[in-house]
């Protein structure tokens, strides 16, 4: 049995609890519970660092679950201190909580204890929490100014729509001109968004889209279209399919090299993946390996992973250095998203804002865009009126000077 600190703890069957009542009267079904990755990122290296200072464990949670400030995991702690000194072993204990501890985590951990090396094993594991959170933080800033800047294009064009293009509407059924195709597009949109049909039905039209969205990614075969599609993307799938294979060769090397045998590996990074078309993928490769086939060439269905990745994998194969190997593909598909990710913010940066300029420019400018004589005569009408002119107006006269 491993020992921790200066205790040893036995493993017995013991507590099949659906319901947990812990002594901060928290009442909540431990199959709910969700800890966020920074808490656990803390939580395993805290642990570790309690391991090798030769503290008790069952009494290091404790004192860990007091200085938690979230409640649910600090009630967590408190219940997996009280199975550790009715005997079980930790890795048991965690197993009651996958919503908190993946399988990865969990099987790492009864690696170290069997390895007598649970210490160094927790210290990777949130070393792996630590590299996977800051992959998935460089691909959510990279998306993110992108988003927002659309978002306040689409605001400022639907204020446009609904406060300016409306004053040309009616103006030019005044003048009784013909007006140009983009023009009459444009106080059509302006119509559309402003009718009271439009403010009914499009929030109705939006949640039904996103239910049917919601129930079609549910299902195995939709989650499977839309994630191979996601990869597809121009720019934006090359860059998760870096992120998804530096994630799966980190977690890789790591199970590797903590001695537990390659299929459960390959089993426990399925679990890992977010994207489905690379979990189809690894399952598989899991029926290959079984059979005896090599990974490097078990990994070929659907054509997801890169050829560098087979190449690296046949040649950790050959030479008995599969972990080594797969940590290197880990290290240079990291720098790999870096490079990606800065290049492309670098590459997004003028685009969105021509397209938002564009957008703004063609909603503006598009109604004045009428070359007749009609739109100087309202122009003088305004004027003779005494009111007072509209800077779209005047940028409508401007043009037409311009083309004159």
């Known amino acids: 049995m491993p020992s921790y600190g200066k205790q040893t703890y036995k493993v017995s069957p013991k507590d099949k609890g659906t319901t947990l009542k812990v002594n901060s009267n928290i009442n909540f079904s431990p199959k709910n519970v969700s800890v966020p990755q920074k808490d656990l990122l803390i939580f395993f290296r805290q642990l570790a660092v309690i391991i090798q200072s030769g503290v008790p464990l069952a009494q290091g949670l404790d004192l860990l679950s007091e200085n938690t400030k979230n409640e649910k995991f600090a009630s967590i702690q408190t219940q997996i201190s009280s199975r550790l000194q009715s005997g079980e072993e930790l890795s048991v204990c965690l197993k009651k909580y996958p919503k908190v501890f993946a399988p990865i985590s969990v099987g790492l951990i009864e690696a170290g204890e069997a390895g007598g090396i ?12 630590e590299q996977q959170a800051k992959i998935k933080s460089q691909i959510q800033g990279a998306l993110t100014y992108p988003v927002i800047i659309l978002v306040l294009a689409l605001t400022v064009s639907l204020g446009l729509l609904i406060f300016i293009v409306p004053t040309f509407d009616k103006m030019f059924k005044d003048m009784g001109a013909e007006l140009p195709a983009l023009t009459e597009f444009m106080l059509t949109l302006s119509r559309i968004v402003t009718s009271f049909q439009f403010f009914i039905f499009t929030p109705i039209i939006v949640i039904v889209i996103g239910y049917i969205y919601k129930k079609y990614y549910a299902s195995k075969s939709g989650r499977f279209r839309i994630d191979s599609f996601i990869l597809k993307i121009p720019l934006f799938g090359s860059l998760l399919l870096r992120s998804e294979v530096a994630s799966l060769c980190d977690t890789l090397s790591t199970l590797i090299d903590s001695g537990i045998p390659l299929v459960d590996a390959i089993d426990r990074c399925i679990s890992a993946s977010g994207n489905e078309r690379v979990k189809r993928c690894l399952s598989i490769a899991i029926q290959s390996v079984k ?3 090599e990974l490097s ?3 070929d269905s659907y054509n997801v992973f890169p050829k560098l990745v087979k190449s690296m994998l046949k040649i950790g ?4 250095k599969l972990g080594f190997m797969t940590e290197n593909l880990a290290n240079f598909y990291k720098r790999e998203v870096e490079e990606a990710v800065s290049s492309l913010t670098q590459a997004m940066e003028p685009m969105v804002i021509m397209v938002v300029a564009g957008i703004v420019v063609t909603i503006v400018v598009a109604p004045v865009l009428n070359h007749v004589n009609p739109l100087v005569y309202t122009v003088n009408r305004l004027f003779s009126d005494e009111k007072v002119i509209h800077i779209p107006i005047t940028v ?4 037409h000077t311009w083309d004159s």
């Open 118 to 129: 649970l210490d160094k094993v927790l210290d990777r594991i949130a070393n792996l929490i």
């Open 291 to 293: 059979e005896g086939q």
């Open 297 to 299: 060439r078990s990994i």
């Open 317 to 320: 194969e050959e030479t008995g």
């Open 396 to 399: 409508g006269v401007i043009f």
